[in-house]
């Protein structure tokens, strides 16, 4: 059985930095791509960047681009997403989860699978 947990959120004031994680079991692939999406109050799902566990290609939003770094310890089957000069925009429940296949996807009917969420909040 598939499990992702994500962990790390909280408040955080502008320009400040927080560091999530999300501990991956039970996925029996080696080489797959797994994401970070997020979802601000009254929004729709936004993908946030994506990282192959195999090769370690990476990619972003343009919205984050320069001030998020994903990265994975493949020996941990750990996730994590370095979050950098965090604004208020940013304010948003972060998941990780795996795509069906369109690595880029926007809605959740295009994830396998995805975790209970941590909330992330950038105010002053």
């Known amino acids: 059985q598939v499990q992702l947990v994500e962990s790390g959120g909280g408040l955080v004031q502008p320009g400040g930095s927080l560091r999530l994680s999300c501990a991956a079991s039970?996925?029996?692939?080696?080489?797959?791509?797994i994401c970070w999406v997020r979802q601000a109050p009254g929004k729709g799902l936004e993908w946030v960047s994506a990282i192959n566990t195999g090769g370690g290609s990476t990619d972003y939003a343009d919205s984050v681009k320069g001030r998020f770094t994903i990265s994975r310890d493949n020996a941990k089957n750990t996730l994590y997403l370095q979050m950098n000069n965090l604004k208020s925009e940013d304010t948003a429940v972060y998941y990780c989860?795996?795509?069906?296949?369109?690595?880029?996807?926007?809605?959740?009917?295009?994830?396998?699978?995805w975790g209970q969420g941590t909330q992330v909040t950038v105010s002053s």
């Open positions: 989860a795996i795509p069906k296949g369109r690595v880029y996807a926007s809605r959740w009917s295009e994830y396998d699978y």
């Open positions: 039970g996925f029996t692939r080696s080489n797959y791509w």
